[in-house]
T-cell receptor
């Protein structure tokens, strides 16, 4: 059961334009959401996060929006740069029985920014 | 460079065999996490250790086991290997036990091919 879904396997945008990556989740217990970026032959690296008590978090060119009622979040990159070309993973965390906290990842969206 | 070291980078073996993947966390990090990324799948959480103790468990098969040693390095043991175990195995580390309030730092992964 895929609790975190990234329905677009790939996205292509022009340099300077906005990139919008989407993510949907099913588990209402998720209370924290994160985006990780992955370049080929490297491990994922943390990009930006948002708590469930907020609806927006901004860090430079990157903004994450959370719509709890729709169980949907999105990552906006403005303006997009060729160096942003990577696979972007959406992730969500919840505290489970026993107090453990687990991070659940989506399958990723491959972003290509064309010069 | 995330500071997390995984060895080996590539591993080719046959069905039925046993392999050990090794991970050295960032200096000062007490938590180690193991993730599996199969073809066309997201990052699947396997297991987390914190300061030598198992902290959280995900979809880890009974044929798989892990441990964290006193020097905080971790090993993931995969036995009775099947073709479907072929995947990229990532190790990540963090300072504390949480995954939402802390960034995870990922190694570059071990690519396991079972033939």
């Amino acid at each position: 059961d895929q609790q975190v879904k990234q329905n677009s396997p790939s996205l292509s945008v022009q340099e300077g334009r906005i990139s919008i990556l989407n993510c949907d989740y099913t588990n209402s217990m998720f209370d924290y959401f994160l985006w990780y970026k992955k370049y080929p032959a490297e491990g994922p690296t943390f990009l930006i996060s948002i708590s469930s008590i907020k609806d927006k978090n901004e860090d430079g060119r990157f903004t994450v929006f959370l719509n709890k009622s729709a169980k949907h979040l999105s990552l906006h990159i403005v303006p997009s740069q060729p160096g942003d070309s990577a696979v972007y993973f959406c992730a969500a965390s919840a505290i489970y029985a026993g107090g453990s906290e687990k991070l659940v990842f989506g399958k990723g969206t491959k972003l290509t920014v064309n010069p | 460079d995330s500071g997390v070291t995984q060895t080996p980078k590539h591993l080719i073996t046959a069905t039925g065999q046993r392999v050990t993947l090794r991970c050295s966390p960032r200096s000062g990090d007490l938590s180690v996490y193991w993730y599996q990324q199969s073809l066309d799948q997201g990052l699947q959480f396997l297991i987390q250790y914190y300061n030598g103790e198992e902290r959280a468990k995900g979809n880890i098969l009974e044929r798989f086991s892990a441990q964290q040693f006193p020097d905080l390095h971790s090993e993931l043991n995969l036995s009775s290997l099947e073709l479907g175990d072929s995947a990229l195995y990532f190790c990540a580390s963090s300072v504390g036990v949480g995954v939402s309030n802390e960034k995870l730092f990922f190694g570059s992964g071990t690519q396991l091919s079972v033939l």
